[in-house]
């Protein structure tokens, strides 16, 4: 079992900046890969940023270059930061984390994250 609780998120003017935190407890050793997905209303579920437990990133297209994921490992607890810069209207969504364990998938409760023009 892995428990994830984020925290972050809020609202901001465009071209702002915001910062999400995931922290994963639990069976931490066999979570293959974390990330962010969002979801706005009335569109799919989609993909933001993941990174695996090797380091290796993976952006949506439309935040490449304005979205950073990094991971942070500690003794009982894996921690993804997600750094969001030069946000836009259309970055608004919840966003939730995500943590896969084999053919598991882990999901937080969500975060809102609403970017004004």
């Known amino acids: 079992q892995v428990q994830l609780v984020e925290s972050g998120g809020g609202s901001v003017q465009a071209g702002g900046s915001l910062r999400l935190s995931c922290a994963a407890s639990?069976?931490?050793?066999?979570?293959?890969?974390m990330g962010w997905y969002r979801q706005a209303p009335g569109k799919q579920r989609e993909l933001v940023a993941h990174?695996?437990?090797?380091?290796?990133?993976?952006?949506a297209d439309s935040v490449k270059g304005r979205f950073t994921i990094s991971r942070d490992n500690a003794k009982n607890t894996v921690t993804v930061n997600m750094q969001m810069n030069s946000l836009k209207p259309e970055d608004t969504a919840v966003y939730y984390c995500?943590?896969?364990?084999?053919?598991?998938?882990?999901w937080g409760q969500g975060t809102q994250v609403t970017v004004s023009s």
């Open positions: 995500n943590a896969q364990v084999a053919w598991i998938t882990y």
């Open positions: 639990g069976s931490i050793g066999s979570i293959n890969r």
């Open positions: 990174i695996t437990s090797g380091g290796f990133t993976n952006y």
